[in-house]
């Protein structure tokens, strides 16, 4: 309208500086209100509540779980290889009760059984065919839904003999049941699954049977006594290593892997004393 001031147009300039003014406010509020609540060099007003809800939330297994892992580390006569560890909720109801080092009974073979688990789920070597189902072996992976690889494991660098390294360290073979109709059902149990969380929130108030009764629910298809060595080093084993991506030298050295020989073939082999005087 006539007789009204003509709106300026501000530089661009103002509109930055005033976003990086905020920016910098934003920042500025933040730190404070952290150094309030939550740093040990403030007041940490928020600390006991944060403390108390940890407490709360704590589990009496998992603390045992974590220290029967070291545990198990230490007993290792090989050095254990470092691997990205899944979130809880994202690992399988196994590792509730069971560390990353499930097997410990049998000193004689207690280690390469461990090692399996840098490969394989659980389910792989314990899984209970289905009446109504075959079981098929695949590649899981819990943050990709078709996990293409390079997975480890499966080949190795022509330069150096050892395997090659992968940027997918969380791919694991794992069984898969499939029906008739097509349909195919993944064989693991994750602990984020309704009935785990819910064991989680009450297993401290359960007495042992209880708890016993609970777990059989979560071995449904599972079996205590994992294969036998052949059952997938061999030609005719239930894994077929070129279906899931193996190198052919890689595969045949797990078909005709030595160490399946001594474990099945001598009931004592004994390490030499390589330093004796």
């Not at 064989?187 to 009935?195: E, G, Q, W």
Request: charged share 30%; hydrophobic share 35%; glycine share 4%.
């Amino acid at each position: 309208m006539a007789g009204e001031p003509k709106r300026l147009e501000h530089p661009k300039s103002v509109y930055v500086i005033g976003f990086i003014f905020k920016i910098i406010t934003l920042t500025v509020l933040i730190g404070v209100v952290y150094q309030v609540t939550l740093s040990p060099h403030g007041p940490a007003v928020l600390v006991p509540i944060q403390k108390k809800m940890e407490e709360s939330q704590r589990s009496a297994i998992l603390d045992e779980v974590r220290r029967q892992e070291e545990y198990e580390k230490h007993r290792h006569f090989h050095n254990v290889v470092e691997y990205p560890e899944l979130p809880e909720n994202l690992r399988p109801v196994c590792y509730i009760c069971h560390s990353d080092y499930p097997h410990s009974k049998s000193k004689k073979v207690r280690a390469m059984l461990n090692m399996h688990t840098q490969f394989f789920v659980c389910e792989t070597c314990h899984i209970e065919e289905k009446k109504d189902a075959t079981v098929a072996y695949k590649w899981y992976n819990p943050y990709d839904g078709n996990p293409e690889g390079p997975f480890f494991g499966t080949s190795y660098d022509p330069d150096t003999g050892n395997l090659v390294e992968v940027e997918d360290l969380f791919s694991k073979i794992a069984p898969y049941f499939e029906f008739a109709d097509g349909k195919s059902e993944t064989a693991l149990k994750i602990s984020d699954a309704p009935l785990a969380q819910d064991y989680m929130k009450v297993r401290d108030k359960l007495t042992p049977e209880q708890r016993d009764n609970v777990k059989k629910k979560f071995h449904v298809n599972i079996k205590p006594k994992g294969h036998e060595c052949d059952k997938c080093h061999s030609k005719k084993g239930i894994l077929d290593f070129k279906k899931l991506a193996f190198s052919p030298n890689r595969a045949i050295d797990l078909e005709q892997l030595n160490i399946k020989g001594m474990v099945t073939k001598y009931e004592k082999f004994y390490i030499p004393n390589l330093f004796s005087d």
